[in-house]
């Protein structure tokens, strides 16, 4: 077969793609220093900084964060005088990265994708072999930067947008509701509901029993456990019923059988209940994923590393994948026997979906 012959200048700037990619990777892993070193936090509030000031404000080594900062220069992150030799953190930049109580906080994400790293290896054998990989094999990593990250867009949404756009959901919450959330995690949604709606009860379910005894902790320090509870069980394994409210947040697609747990759900559901997915937003097919959705590429990589292979890991494995887009979940909803199935809310990256049993 005669080699194709190759245009050069496309070679020459795929390869400079490639280049901003790996940067991109390495500098994912200089912002989880940053974060965890509170070099971010500290410039901050802190103005212009040499390296040997931003050292002695965060206890740290001046030599390690001369090259932090000479790489956060090189990639954006900060600004250099060289007049002055100091660094600055711009305030939008701040925003960003200092601090998980702005609203543009997006530090929370790095620590997953350093997770990703760490499992390599793992996931390579799985593509060999098929098997899945469950959550709870996932890097420490992982989990925190689940709920920190995610965090952030529940705070933003969850009782301001989400809640609202949902039919009769906020007056049953006021009056005295029972909540069930399904894949819990460590409880962020849960907590966050819990403390707007004091009159209502909450129960969190997950499999992952490190996750239910750090969202039991939270919920002591947020002074939510007299109406918030959490415990280890699985999706179609609990056994409450007349339930007015049952969510799935971010957890949905990493289910194996995902048409038994909401089916299991609908039982458990009151004649009048409510089945809330939050799941994350795209397009029902991949072509108008890919240009539509901004965070497709990130997607694709969490789906690919974490929830294919939990789904792959239990029962059925259907592995509906992070980007399933709503009508791919309609189907399953329908399937399951859902009678009213709709949209509620959506934002930059998350689709609210509403179905009644």
Not at 212 to 218: D, K, L, Q
Not at 227 to 238: N, S, W
Not at 274 to 280: G, H
Request: aromatic share 8%; glycine share 10%; hydrophobic share 45%.
């Amino acid at each position: 077969m005669t080699a194709p012959t190759l245009n050069m200048d496309k070679v020459g700037a795929f390869a400079q793609q490639i280049g901003g990619m790996l940067a991109g990777g390495a500098t994912t892993a200089m912002m989880v220093v940053g974060d965890r070193t509170g070099l971010y936090a500290a410039m901050a509030v802190g103005g212009p900084l040499t390296p040997a000031q931003l050292a002695a404000e965060t206890g740290t080594a001046e030599r390690y964060v001369r090259e932090w900062l000479s790489q956060q220069a090189a990639v954006g992150i900060v600004t250099y005088d060289p007049e002055a030799g100091t660094f600055t953190l711009p305030p939008e930049h701040a925003a960003v990265l200092a601090s998980d109580d702005s609203p543009a906080a997006m530090i929370g994400a790095a620590p997953l994708i350093s997770g990703m790293h760490r499992r390599t290896d793992q996931l390579v054998e799985a593509f060999r072999t098929g098997a899945g990989i469950p959550w709870a094999e996932q890097d420490p990593a992982t989990f925190e930067s689940t709920e920190r990250f995610f965090r952030v867009g529940y705070r933003n949404s969850l009782l301001a947008e989400w809640v609202p756009a949902l039919d009769g959901v906020d007056e049953k919450l006021r009056s005295g509701a029972k909540v069930l959330d399904i894949g819990c995690g460590r409880g962020a949604p849960l907590l966050l509901l819990a403390q707007a709606y004091p009159a209502s009860q909450f129960v969190g379910y997950d499999v992952h029993p490190e996750s239910i005894e750090t969202a039991t902790e939270r919920a002591a320090e947020a002074g939510v456990s007299d109406r918030v509870r959490f415990a280890v069980d699985f999706c179609q394994g609990y056994q409450d019923r007349d339930v007015d409210v049952i969510t799935f947040f971010d957890a949905f697609h990493d289910l194996g059988d995902p048409v038994g747990a909401a089916s299991h759900a609908r039982r458990s559901l009151a004649d009048d209940g409510t089945l809330v997915l939050v799941e994350p937003l795209a397009a029902d097919d991949l072509a108008t994923t890919l240009v539509t959705i901004p965070m497709a590429a990130l997607g694709f990589a969490a789906s690919t590393f974490m929830c294919t292979p939990n789904s792959l890991s239990q029962p059925v494995g259907l592995a509906l994948g992070a980007q399933a887009g709503e009508a791919r979940l309609r189907e399953v909803l329908t399937e399951a026997g859902y009678r009213s199935i709709r949209r509620a809310a959506e934002n930059d990256f998350n689709m609210v979906i509403e179905a009644r049993p």
